[in-house]
């Protein structure tokens, strides 16, 4: 088992940043990568950014230039960082332990608590 606990996110206004983490203990070995997962009221949860542990990327098509993904190995932890947010951003973040492979992100049923971003002015 992977437990993950995560912090960050609450309330920004458009155009602001807010940085999200999300530390793993467990059974870590079992994972080669981590992400972020991002589901709005009515909508399926999506793929935001995913992190190899070699420090490959891979980002949803709307946040790329805005949002960056990294991780501290030695913490065992990720980042999202996300800038210019905005009110399409809003959802709940849900960090996940997967792996990556052949440049894309495979999730394992590993999740975080979700912390709510909203985005509104």
């Known amino acids: 088992q992977v437990q993950l606990v995560e912090s960050g996110g609450g309330l920004v206004q458009p155009g602001g940043s807010l940085r999200l983490s999300c530390a793993a203990s467990?059974?870590?070995?079992?994972?080669?990568?981590m992400g972020w997962y991002r589901q709005a009221p009515g909508k399926q949860r999506e793929l935001v950014a995913g992190?190899?542990?070699?420090?490959?990327?891979k980002y949803a098509d709307s946040v790329k230039g805005r949002f960056t993904i990294s991780r501290d190995n030695a913490k065992n932890t990720v980042y999202l960082q996300m800038k210019s947010l905005k009110p399409e951003d809003t959802a709940v973040y849900y960090c996940?332990?997967?792996?990556?492979?052949?440049?894309?992100?495979?999730?394992?049923?590993?999740w975080g608590q979700g912390p709510q971003v909203t985005v509104s002015s």
């Open positions: 996940n332990a997967g792996t990556y492979y052949s440049r894309s992100y495979y999730p394992h049923d590993y």
């Open positions: 992190i190899s542990s070699r420090g490959s990327t």
């Open positions: 467990g059974s870590i070995f079992s994972i080669n990568a």
